[in-house]
């Protein structure tokens, strides 16, 4: 039996640059989920028949959320939902489902590298045939409608197992539950020399991964140790948790400094690496050396070839703005195209569908290439593997020959955590008003070559994206960037982003902080972000 619901709308459904993200009790509101649920569903024409892909990063509240969109799927006229086992399925896998399967769309259940638990993070995202996140016109279009929405449809079913594996029909609707794994599995073997990581681990290299009690758990579990031979307990706190164990499920050197340290010591494995809540992010360290995301994004993109699916060389490579500039010395050097983009996977959703670009990446541990349209831990990860494993080297080897060959970008990135909406806004107003007397000028004796309000022009659909962060550039290459950050749940985050070019490769050992401290301090003098957030210091640095 199909019922609709009246229902009163929330104004507060606006969704973010990865969807709705907000705290577990404001999702547990009255039709909070069938509101907005039902709001994607209206804002989506075609969907009768149609395949459904459904799944999350297991966080507390996820399994709940599954059986209300399975039963609103069968009252939309869905034809069929394909949930993961357990309610369980990376981002970049869904993705990677949603294009195998040719489904119509899915919806992917997660906060990212929020922390879950009661009183912790949810959220709810909707990725379109392509499998990458809904476009900002269709974002739109579900806030509009979730602040008119009446009425909702609901199917009258009894709880799907989504424990065990196979098809049963549920109000007119086919429900398939699928291994979560086997699908990615397999695509990352067609991707990466997995004869070539198998044979580097079986003489001896030593890994560390950490899953952080989050969505990758079963995935490294799997493509680590039992189909590439890495040491039992390669993959660490794999099991996914609803409170990921009561950590923060974010792969940064304050939430896995525990990783960070053990490879800064003295029995440190070769290689280590960690990912988030939902498996889209990623954190590399080699023994004795972290790498940073942007550099991350640039040493792959230089040594892509050497991995299978890479071979025939790269169309382009993408980054958003925040990310620093190392990448674009790589496709310059390769003659490729260089794309720089606000920050948001789904901007790089059309120059990945258009050819123009194979791998794409962004500053705060995201990386990816056209496999799928969706940011890739994992896949990171194994690519690094296959490099390593090609190359013959460590980590620093590899870091220390692509600083030598392109120059360094020492880049941190300064974040501030839940400052008071109206100061970050404050802030962000000042600094607008700034920018036209700004070039020209000097601070701590660094000149001011241009500072603007940046705004992207989609090269594929003509769109124009503006107000996406405020650039201020030095001579030499350095910048700071300032942007309000759309992936918490309350306040607001403060990012500035600080960059400096270092092409003098007798000067690339320096510590990261030092080498930016001249910068740091003249991104407080022109923000004035002291006085503005009442903050002597970042919440964290990366």
């Known amino acids: 039996m199909i019922r609709t619901v009246s229902t009163t709308p929330y104004d507060d459904q606006k969704p973010g640059t990865s969807g709705l993200r907000k705290k577990v009790p404001v999702f547990q509101q009255k039709n909070y989920v069938e509101n907005f649920v039902q709001s994607i569903f209206n804002s989506l024409q075609g969907r009768e028949g149609k395949t459904l892909v459904l799944g999350g990063d297991g966080r507390f509240y996820n399994r709940e959320v599954i059986q209300i969109v399975i039963r609103m799927a069968a009252a939309n006229g869905f034809g069929k939902v394909m949930v993961g086992q357990g309610g369980i399925l990376s981002t970049p896998a869904a993705s990677n489902v949603i294009r195998k399967y040719q489904a119509f769309g899915g919806i ?5 590298h929020n922390p879950g638990g009661p009183h912790e993070d949810f959220g709810i995202k909707y990725n379109a045939e392509n499998g990458g996140p809904a476009p900002e016109k269709l974002t739109d279009a579900i806030f509009e409608r979730s602040k008119k929405i009446s009425e909702y449809r609901i199917a009258d079913l ?7 594996i196979g098809a049963v029909a549920a109000g007119g609707m086919m429900v398939e539950v699928i291994d979560p794994v086997s699908d990615y599995a397999e695509l990352m073997e067609s991707l990466f020399d997995f004869d070539a990581i198998r044979k580097m681990f079986k003489a001896g290299f030593r890994m560390r991964f950490d899953a952080m009690h989050a969505v990758t758990g079963p995935y490294a579990k799997e493509i680590f140790e039992n189909r590439l031979g890495a040491p039992k307990g390669t993959a660490r706190n794999f099991v996914p948790l609803p409170d990921f164990g009561g950590h923060h499920p974010d792969p940064n050197l304050v939430h896995a400094k525990h990783l960070y340290d053990e490879m800064m010591g003295p029995d440190a494995p070769d290689f280590g690496a960690a990912s988030d809540g939902d498996g889209d992010r990623n954190l590399i360290i080699g023994r004795g050396i972290f790498i940073t995301p ?7 993109a230089a040594n892509a070839r050497l991995a299978p699916g890479y071979r025939k060389g790269l169309k382009g490579i993408a980054r958003s703005m925040p990310t620093s500039g190392a990448a674009d010395r790589v496709a310059e050097k390769l003659g490729i195209g260089m794309y720089e983009t606000p920050t948001g996977w789904k901007f790089f959703g059309n120059l990945l569908d258009a050819g123009k ?5 962004e500053e705060s541990a995201g990386t990816g290439s056209d496999h ?3 940011k890739d831990g994992l896949w990171a990860v194994l690519l690094w593997l296959n490099i390593i494993a090609a190359r013959g080297e460590s980590v620093k080897e590899i870091a220390e020959r692509h600083w030598a060959t392109y120059g360094r970008n020492y880049y941190s990135r300064h974040d501030y955590e839940e400052v008071e909406t109206d100061r970050a806004n404050a802030l962000v107003a000042g600094l607008r008003g700034k920018l036209a007397a700004l070039p020209g000028t000097s601070v701590g004796g660094m000149k001011i070559t241009a500072a603007d309000d940046f705004a992207y022009h989609d090269p594929v659909d003509g769109s124009v994206s503006k107000n996406q962060g405020i650039r201020v550039l030095f001579e030499g290459g350095s910048r700071v960037v300032f942007r309000l950050s759309g992936t918490g749940t309350s306040g607001a985050t403060l990012r500035v982003y600080i960059e400096r070019y270092e092409p003098d490769k007798t000067r690339h050992g320096l510590d990261t902080q030092e080498a930016l401290a001249a910068l740091i301090a003249a991104a407080d003098d022109i923000a004035g972000i002291r006085s503005h957030t009442g903050r002597n210091k970042p919440s964290v640095i990366t």
């Not at 992917?108 to 990212?112: D, E, F, K, V, W």
């Not at 009894?158 to 065990?164: A, F, H, N, Q």
């Not at 670009?357 to 990446?361: E, F, K, L, P, R």
Request: hydrophobic share 45%; charged share 25%.
């Open 294 to 300: 942007s550099d991350s994004l640039a040493m792959l």
């Open 357 to 361: 670009a194979t791998i794409c990446g």
């Open 372 to 374: 799928v349209r969706e």
């Open 158 to 164: 009894e709880p799907i197992d989504i424990d065990r």
């Open 108 to 112: 992917i259940l997660s906060a990212s």
